[in-house]
């Protein structure tokens, strides 16, 4: 590799370090495309850490009635979500707030379990064979803020 292409390499190395130190993420000026993110295999969401810290996580969704869903099991972004519901989605550098509305009800479950198993397909089918509805502990819908 040559002297300029390493020096170009390090560069970007430090600034891409030097935005995720500084927290340097721009809220978007628009409303976060949903058939465009719906595309994504999987996306990033932001939550909070008790400690104030950013925890940046990396979780499949899908579509239901024009909104974003997913769905967890017990892990430490849920737990941030349970502690405050604030949410952003981060795509292409920049961040969309929204808040989780938590969804309880078994046909509101079942129906997500649906599009995802819609979306996802045999991967969907091969790592999840509960009954839908009980394929997680945890249902959400992104409401934009």
């Known amino acids: 590799m040559s002297s300029g292409i390493k020096a170009l390499c390090v560069a970007i190395g430090a600034t891409t370090l030097l935005a995720c130190a500084t ?8 409303a976060l495309d949903w058939d465009s993110a719906d595309e994504r295999w999987s996306i990033h969401v ?3 850490d008790e ?8 979780i499949w969704m899908a579509m239901h009635e024009g909104d974003g869903v997913f769905r967890t099991n017990d892990s430490r972004w849920w737990a941030n979500l ?3 519901a604030r949410i952003r989605v ?3 550098g920049l961040d969309h ?5 938590f969804v309880d009800d078994a046909p ?6 649906e599009v995802f198993l819609q979306k996802y397909g ?3 089918k091969m790592m999840f064979s509960q009954a839908r509805g009980e394929t997680h502990d945890h249902y959400g819908r992104l409401v934009a803020d």
């Open 108 to 113: 509101g479950r079942v129906a997500i379990d």
């Open 122 to 124: 045999g991967w969907e």
């Open 90 to 92: 981060r795509t292409n």
């Open 82 to 84: 349970s502690r405050d």
């Open 46 to 48: 932001v939550t909070v």
């Open 51 to 58: 400690d104030g810290a950013d925890r940046v996580t990396r």
């Open 23 to 30: 927290g340097t993420t721009r809220v978007a000026p628009a």
């Open 97 to 101: 707030p929204f808040s989780v509305e």
